[in-house]
């Protein structure tokens, strides 16, 4: 009888060693109890690795955190056919299988455990393999993009990434996809907000923002900046499982910016340096007259208190004055970090003003200013729309060599369209009564270099970089002129949204 026992046991192990198909069994308690040779090649355990260890251990499913078919085949006691999942090698790698789970019951027809026999789906032909063809043609498509285009699962990890990507970032796909974007491809300084942002985005407690440029780290640690474009990507029950972006690298543009921006600043410094000296010298001088008058009356023993006091809170009156116009000159020539913030758009007109106010009195023009009242915020870079406005003025200016009227208004408009929606916008217009521009110069106004003056008083930067600035701030510029008319230019800056900006600003 023993040997009969023994007999038939051997010959069942040589039929599970012999099929084709991986099987193991496990105990009501999920360890493995049994596992043949196609369950080791398939998986790349030996079974002593894997005898009495759990198997959601072992094989990491994506099944195993949500509905173990193990436990279910338990409950119902039936069969569980077919289902494909994806499960880990002992080296890492992902494979898709199909498996059977079926209950295995004692000789009293008792539940003790679970038989699973599983196939590796990716050496099947038929639809596995129509599957990868159109995965590598979905990939060929992603690869002559000229866009970098990578999506990223809910654990940050990276699933796709097409050749711009590869390219830019300069790895090799596989150096790239299974690897944490952000520890890979994010430069340290931003990594741990950007990480946190993410987190919040995959829990569904942030809206991923669609449109924002940062910076990548490339393989050398060279850093270029992208402007992305995302999307969360949802399962067929809406969770969120991971998101997809596109980005274009905008370095070489950004840096081109930067370069016009500091050569216009370095010309518009140059004509202000004129009209700010002088704007400094004459109450300088009338200081100086004042002090003259009293080092005499003082040696005379004439001061008398009462005019004293009064001619010395003028001077102090002056010379805060002179301070602050300096104070704004140096402001302005300082190189300045970037700096978004909420600004209010009548105080930069001021601070624009403080700075040209003494060549247009110069220039014998007549400035009326029509601000309105309580602007509400926009999101802006102080100094960069100051630039736009003394490049608009000085045009101005110049535009009316023989004086004129210079009128600067700023409002809020209700639903202008800028880019795609209608938005609430401040609008600030600057009209002058000058020479205007020909219907054929119109065209060519925001390009660099265009420039109908003369040598040494302009060479055509002005509006290039006024033409920048807005588009960084994603506003609109309006120009309407009529030779011998006039001229006028309309910005409009979108009203910050206080709410969003609360929730979504990083
Ligand atoms: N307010 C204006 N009135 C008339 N022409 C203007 C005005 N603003 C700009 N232009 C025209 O646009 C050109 C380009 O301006 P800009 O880019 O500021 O360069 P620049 O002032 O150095 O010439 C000017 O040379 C001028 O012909
Ligand atoms: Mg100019």
């Avoid at 759990?54 to 955190?65: A, F, G, V």
């Avoid at 285009?149 to 654990?155: G, P, S």
């Avoid at 007259?289 to 009156?317: D, G, H, R, V």
């Avoid at 930069?348 to 060549?359: D, F, K, R």
């Amino acid at each position: 009888m023993k040997k009969e026992d023994e007999i038939t046991k051997e010959f069942l192990e040589n039929v599970l060693e012999s099929m084709d198909g991986g099987v193991f069994a496990i105990d009501k308690n999920g360890r493995i109890t049994l596992f043949n040779r196609s369950a080791e090649e398939i998986t790349g355990f030996k079974r002593e690795e894997v005898l009495n260890k759990e198997c959601c251990h072992i094989l990491k499913s994506d099944l195993c955190k949500e509905k173990c078919p193990l436990k279910e085949v338990l409950e119902i006691g039936k069969p569980v056919f077919n289902y494909e999942i994806m499960i880990a090698t002992k080296a890492g790698n992902k494979v898709p299988v199909n498996i059977t789970t079926s209950p295995l019951r004692s000789s009293n027809n008792e539940i003790i455990g679970a038989v699973e026999n599983f196939r590796d789906l990716t050496k099947h032909k038929g639809l596995w393999g129509k599957l990868r063809q159109e995965r590598n043609k979905a990939q060929q498509y992603l690869n002559i993009a000229g866009v970098i285009i990578v999506a990223i699962n809910d654990e940050g990890i990276v699933s796709l990434i097409n050749r711009e990507g590869c390219d830019v970032l300069g790895y090799k796909e596989e150096e790239i996809r299974g690897k944490n974007w952000c520890d890979l491809c994010v430069p340290e300084r931003m990594r741990k907000e950007r990480k946190d942002t993410f987190k919040k985005v995959m829990a569904g407690e942030k809206k991923e923002i669609e449109d924002y440029e940062n910076s990548i780290l490339t393989k050398s640690g060279e850093e270029r900046i992208i402007a992305w474009h995302n999307t969360t990507l949802t399962d067929d029950k809406g969770r969120i499982i991971g998101t997809l972006s596109s980005g274009k690298d905008i370095t070489q543009r950004k840096q081109t910016e930067e370069e016009l921006n500091r050569s216009e600043k370095l010309v518009s410094l140059g004509q202000l340096a004129a009209s700010v000296a002088h704007e400094v010298n004459n109450p300088l001088a009338g200081i100086m007259i004042y002090i003259k008058l009293f080092l005499k009356k003082y040696k005379e023993k004439k001061l008398q208190a009462e005019n004293t006091e009064k001619q010395l809170l003028k001077m102090e009156k002056e010379l805060d004055r002179t301070t602050r116009i300096i104070r704004n000159l140096l402001d302005f020539a300082r190189q300045s970090e970037p700096n978004i913030r909420p600004v209010d758009m009548n105080k930069v007109l001021e601070a624009a003003l403080l700075l040209v106010g003494h060549q247009i009195s110069l220039e014998n023009i007549k400035l009326e200013k029509k601000s309105e009242a309580h602007l509400p915020l926009i999101l802006a870079d102080f100094d960069k729309i100051q630039q736009v406005l003394i490049n608009i003025i000085m045009n101005a200016i110049q535009s009316m060599p023989d004086g004129g009227n210079l009128t600067i208004a700023t409002s809020v408009v209700k639903g202008i369209r800028i880019g795609e929606l209608p938005k609430d916008a401040v609008r600030i217009e600057i009209r002058d009564t000058g020479v205007g521009i020909t219907k054929e110069n119109m065209s060519k106004l925001f390009t660099p270099f265009f420039t109908t003056k003369e040598k040494g008083k302009g060479v055509g930067l002005g509006l290039s970089v006024v033409h920048g600035i807005i588009e960084q701030h994603n506003g609109k510029i309006i120009v309407d002129s009529e030779p011998n008319v006039g001229t006028t230019f309309s910005i409009y800056l979108e009203v910050m949204d206080e709410k969003k900006d609360k929730n979504t600003r990083r």
